[in-house]
């Protein structure tokens, strides 16, 4: 059965996001044992896309296979021929840039890049610079690619490190690979640029009011950008059915429930993946995969 | 001397309030003319970024002296204000702007 399945999926060109609207309710586990077990008869390359907080890294023993230092472009005033008109505070939206007195003031962390003071300063006196805002790395393990970047302390915007990121795996990894990112969690910028990009989603939820209650705003969310959805249930056996009833309510397919024990915790604490160790967890894995199948099904 | 508050009304017994860059309005009182002016500040709500940044240029126009305040500003803000050249007092988010500024007089309120 699982060769038949892996056998399917290799057709699948296919983007994954794996996200959730809680924090903590299984993303990574889900994604690093998606990931590995799925690259034991495919190509898969995982993503982690969570550079607030990335931590897939924790759970992947590879070799570095690269590193790389990223950069935004912000704006650097020069007061030569500046005329100290304001078009540029004017046209940001985001208060990254201001006139005082005589003087123009940048906020990097705040500099979203999007050229509109230096391309309409009628002096050209913003021109834009690189400043370093993260670092990306890339691993294989085993037969698995494994590319994850980190945003320094400090930096604000996770969005142009995210999009960079996606950049340089579609450059590096041909559609051959499915694609696999581990979002962020919530339902602001970063979210939004981790899984835009994305054809089908995976949402990890925890079968709890509150995780119902933070999975129901993701739901909404992937509605406003038009993708298509499944539910994992991770930690299932605590909580209530809410989550289920929800899902049947609203038409959303349940593709696995992870079950709530405690050697899962230990393993994940240890850093190590759970499919291999835990066979009630490796069957749940292997319907996750088999959901795949019916995607390429239906495509 | 001018002094700047951080409040939610526009006379002596309104409160204050305790943020800095999303403050509802800045009240200043000109302590020789015994004058209150004041700013409203409530469109901040609409800014999703650098609320901080855009009161602090507010704040550096009008050339207040002394700037009490609640929490205090934020980094981006703190930026700012020390181009603005003005004494910053903390920990008086809330209290009325009267008490706020007796507090002041008394030096019972801590420099920021």
């Given at each position: 059965m699982t060769t038949s399945i892996v056998c399917l999926i290799e057709r699948l060109k296919m983007k994954i996001a794996i996200a959730s609207?809680?924090?903590?309710?299984g993303k990574t586990t889900v994604a690093t044992n998606l990931a590995k077990y799925l690259s034991e008869n495919r190509k898969v390359v995982l993503v982690d896309l969570d550079v607030e907080e990335p931590n897939s890294g924790l759970f992947l023993n590879g070799s570095l296979m690269n590193q790389k230092e990223m950069f935004k472009k912000i704006p650097n005033w020069e007061?030569?021929?500046?005329?100290?008109?304001?078009k540029c505070q004017s046209v940001c939206n985001f208060n990254a840039i201001m006139k005082l007195g005589e003087n123009i003031m940048v906020f990097p962390e705040l500099?979203?890049?999007?050229?509109a003071c230096s391309e309409l300063c009628p002096t050209q006196s913003l021109p834009m610079i690189p400043m370093k805002m993260g670092m990306l790395t890339e691993y294989k393990v085993e037969q698995l690619g494994f590319v994850g970047s980190k945003l320094d302390i400090g930096q604000e915007q996770a969005v142009p490190l995210i999009a960079q990121t996606l950049d340089y795996v579609d450059e590096m990894y041909s559609d051959d690979y499915l694609k696999l990112y581990d979002a962020p969690p919530g339902t602001s910028c970063p979210v939004i640029e981790a899984t835009k990009d994305a054809d089908f989603i995976f949402l990890v939820t925890e079968p709890t009011p509150f995780g119902l209650h933070d999975m129901k705003l993701a739901v909404e969310t992937m509605r406003e950008l038009k993708k298509p959805m499944a539910v994992i249930i991770n930690r299932?056996?605590?909580?209530?059915a809410e989550v289920e009833a929800y899902c049947k309510v609203e038409g959303i397919d349940i593709i696995a429930n992870f079950p709530n024990q405690r050697y899962i915790a230990e393993l994940y604490s240890q850093g190590k993946l759970i499919y291999p160790h835990v066979p009630e967890f490796k069957a749940e894995l292997l319907k996750a995969a088999d959901y795949c199948k019916h995607l390429v099904k239906e495509n | 001397m001018k002094i700047a508050f951080t409040t939610k009304g526009i006379d002596w017994d309104s409160k204050m309030d305790p943020r800095f860059g999303r403050t509802e309005f800045i009240l200043v009182y000109d302590v020789e003319k015994e004058d209150f002016t004041h700013v409203d500040n409530r469109s901040i709500a609409d800014q999703a970024h650098g609320a901080g940044p855009k009161t602090a240029q507010l704040l550096f126009d009008l050339k207040p002296d002394v700037l009490i305040t609640g929490n205090g500003p934020g980094g981006n803000a703190a930026t700012v204000l020390e181009k603005a050249n003005l004494k910053i007092y903390i920990?008086?988010?809330?209290?009325t702007v009267k008490a706020a500024y007796e507090a002041y007089k008394n030096g019972n309120l801590k420099e920021g």
């Open positions: 609207g809680k924090g903590g309710t007061s030569e021929n500046c005329t100290l008109c304001g500099c979203h890049s999007c050229y299932y056996g605590i909580g209530d | 920990g008086a988010g809330d209290m």
